[in-house]
């Protein structure tokens, strides 16, 4: 982890199962400039090729996962600037891990922490954590996924009003408005979340990055290519070891062991 100056990477969870990434620029409230989203796209291809993690967990601090993309780093960029740089391209990391990966949001999630959390494939929260879109109030809009997946995750009123106001959203409306999955106590919410990752990571990881990729294309397609792709990736299960582990073991009544071939 002592190479990184923005973030904490640990192994954690049973057998170091669990890949935790924790942002750590307190000072900024952990706003995400471009050096803290590269070394997170970094942790995230380390993670992503070391075989004995079968789950990531993204957190940030007590006080904020993330206040948003820097304004001080972006305040001065030209319209070429961003276009010839294709500025926020680095984020795009998070949204093509094929692991799972789990948000733990605990404090702000604004802007780009908000947009981030959404890359994600399940969000927690805690109690006090509050999500919002306040671009608008800068004179920009949501640069990477918030009017997208804001609005396939909430609908078009709710996305509209979040995006237009700016307002933050409490973590008790973004659960009943199913942004968010659950919600825990401020100080249990990253071991709740460990632990849910860590029966994730339990699973065959071919399994979950087959199921991952077919919820993702619920997003993507039709109905019918969508079933059409899901029955043939169900099929393709029958090709692997883990699906003859995990029907043996629950025939012998026992825990499956799967070796993730
Ligand atoms: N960028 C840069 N610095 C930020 C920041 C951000 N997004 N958010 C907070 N900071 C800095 C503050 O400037 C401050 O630094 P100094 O001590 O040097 O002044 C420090 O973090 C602490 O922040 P505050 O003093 O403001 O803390 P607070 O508790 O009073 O307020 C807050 C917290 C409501 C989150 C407030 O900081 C805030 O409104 N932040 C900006 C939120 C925002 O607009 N986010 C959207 C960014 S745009 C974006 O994300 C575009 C995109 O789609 C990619």
Known sequence: ??????????????????????????KALNALCNGLVNEVGQALDILEADSSVGAIVITGSEKAFAAGAD??????????????ENFTQNWARVSTVRKPVLA?????????????????DIIYAGETAKFGQPEILLGVLPGVGGTQRLTRAIGKSKAMEIVLTGNQVPAQEAEKMGLVSKIFPVDQLVNETVKIAEKIASNSQ????AAKECVNVAFETTLTEGLHFEKRMFHGCFAT????EGMAAFIEKRKANFTNE
């Open 1 to 26: 982890s002592g190479i990184y100056e923005y973030i904490n990477v640990t192994k954690t969870g049973s057998n170091g199962s669990v890949g935790l990434i924790q942002l750590n620029r307190p």
């Open 71 to 84: 304004i001080k780093e972006m305040a001065n960029k030209t319209y070429s600037e961003t276009y010839s």
């Open 104 to 120: 733990a949001v605990n404090g702000f999630a604004l802007g780009g922490g908000c947009e981030l959390a959404m890359m994600c």
């Open 206 to 209: 071919l399994a979950n990055a």
């Open 241 to 244: 070891k883990d699906q003859k």
